[in-house]
């Protein structure tokens, strides 16, 4: 466990990256976790977003507070925590590598409902959604994001800034690489690895391991021979998953 998780007598101030979809998930988690005292409180001062509409709006009562470049500009070095409420893993990691890097601490954003054993680990500034399962010896990364339902395995890891969709199967003593995709309903078969960069498309099966900066599909997944940094990325970052070629067995 992380010690951003770490219950204490006052809330800490926290602000979220993104103020989307995800960020409003985001929002709401870290009140559940307030209302928990294993958890401790936090006090949401507001989102950061790049997109021009929205600075100075509320957003459920949470102000915006600005671009990105203008929050560090103004509050570099302050006490204060942040979560990367992003869906796309590179552009998490390019954001929290630099709120890491102007002085603020990254906040481990788990929701209560989840079921995670003792002797797993969760990285810093990683998000864990209402009804998923961490199981013995996990290792779950830095920023990494674990959405509603998905389970991972004992002895298997989430590297940094991976990504596991709504329903993710990741079956026990499977690698899933820095930075890897897996979408909605995806099941990884036991001992597999997913590779660094790759991405597993919704509701494929991986029988076998996927080299990175690879995309796979099916059931059971077969390589897709096409854009080797290709990620999905969500609709509201204005862009729509690309159609996918056909797939050709190996």
Not at 8 to 23: E, Q
Not at 33 to 56: A, C, K, Q
Not at 108 to 120: E, F, L, Q, V, Y
Not at 214 to 222: F, K, N, Q, S, Y
Request: proline share 7%; charged share 15%; net charge neutral.
């Amino acid at each position: 466990m992380h010690d951003s998780l770490a219950s204490s007598g006052s809330p800490r101030p926290l602000v979220i990256i993104g103020a989307g979809g995800h960020g409003l998930e985001v929002m709401w988690v870290a009140a559940r976790m307030s209302l928990d005292p294993v958890f401790g409180s936090w006090n949401v001062l507001g989102f950061v977003d790049d997109h021009s509409g929205l600075r100075g709006r509320m957003i459920e009562g949470v102000p915006v507070l600005g671009s990105v470049a203008e929050f560090l500009a103004a509050n570099r070095g302050k006490p204060w925590y942040f979560h990367c409420a992003v869906g796309s893993n590179l552009q998490r990691q390019k954001l929290a590598e630099q709120f890491e890097g102007a002085g603020f601490q990254a906040a481990t954003i788990m929701d209560p409902m989840t079921i995670i054993s003792p002797r797993a680990t969760l990285g810093a500034g990683s998000y864990v959604a209402p009804r998923c399962y961490i199981g013995p010896k996990a290792i779950v990364g830095r920023h990494v994001l674990i959405n509603v339902g998905a389970s991972i395995g004992h002895h298997s890891t989430m590297a940094d800034f991976a990504q596991a969709c709504p329903g993710v199967r990741v079956n026990g003593h499977c690698e899933v690489g820095k930075l890897a995709f897996l979408g909605s309903n995806a099941v990884i078969h036991p001992g597999k690895r997913v590779g660094d960069c790759a991405t597993v498309a919704a509701g494929s099966f991986v029988v076998r391991n996927v080299s990175p900066s690879t995309l796979v599909v099916g059931v059971p997944a077969v390589s897709v021979h096409q854009t080797p940094t290709f990620e999905f990325e969500t609709p509201e970052q204005g862009n729509t998953p690309p159609a996918i070629p056909n797939a050709s067995r190996e």
